[in-house]
């Protein structure tokens, strides 16, 4: 792999990590195919490519990770020209806020069926592309909120908690084939997830939910952390290109202070105590 170009696939490559990562990776010299489910979002990872340099690199598929023909297409046009993939990134998600009971069956299987059955389908066709050559690397994009339950957030926090089972599991199948299975878990950053991109559940904000109060208020402090994060995410993009490029990475990849701060409180704080702070902040919203 060391005198040939790394053959990378991403998937949800029209705005946030995938954007960002495609870029640097194909700046650092790799042949990178940049999927999102809709080709016309194009324009801003075209127009960054340019100004970096690097629009030769880059080449552009559709891709939704929740239509299994869809990449069954892409992998076999990407094997077809190239010969294997090296580096598969697992990026494209998304979450839907809201309580347990606002959300609908439907609202689940959506927020599954891209974060965690997405995942799956991606990596069955890459793998079996991967094994056979004895080589290879996915990336999982995680998140901090696989290391604890937060409120209106079940939906994410349960699709990203499936996802490190997952990954963890198939880390142990595929080392015997060379295939390092790697887990990214990023704090919040400024992407598109929380603003355009943010979903909410069926049942969200309906004035005859009990949980209505809760859920405007959830949504008002949304809003003021989309206006203040102002962490970089070019910041999750250059630890996604070191993981692409260093030796023997390491399983789990915190990135981010608050992550790491997270991390350490669910190892050293009973989960009690958690609960109760939670308690005590949803307790404050309400009284306002
Ligand atoms: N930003 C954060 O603070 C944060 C923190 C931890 C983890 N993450 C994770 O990081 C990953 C990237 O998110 P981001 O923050 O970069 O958000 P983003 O800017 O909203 O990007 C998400 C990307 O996923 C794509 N996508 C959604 N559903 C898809 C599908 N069915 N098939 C293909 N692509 C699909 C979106 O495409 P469309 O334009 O077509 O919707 C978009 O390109 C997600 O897995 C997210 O859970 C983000």
Known sequence: MANRPRVVLITGC???FGMLAALRLASAGCCVYATMRDPLKRVALDEEARRRGCSSNVRVCALDVADPSSVRIVVD???AREGRIDVLINNAGFGIG???EDLSDEDWRWQFDTNFFGVLNVTRAVAARMRPLRSGRIIN???MSAYSGLPALSAY???KWALEGFSECLHLE???FNIDVILVEPASYRTRIFDDNARYARGFLNPDSPYYDLSVRLKELNDIHVRMNNRDPEEVAKKIEALVFCRNPRFRNIIGVVAKLRAWTVRHVP??????????????????
């Open 271 to 288: 989960f009690e105590l958690y609960a109760w702070t939670v308690q005590k902040a949803l307790n404050g919203m309400t009284r306002k």
């Open 157 to 159: 926090v349960s699709s």
């Open 14 to 16: 029209s705005s946030g």
């Open 77 to 79: 046009e990407i094997v």
């Open 141 to 143: 994009i995680s998140s």
């Open 174 to 176: 595929l080392k015997q």
């Open 98 to 100: 809201g309580f347990f």
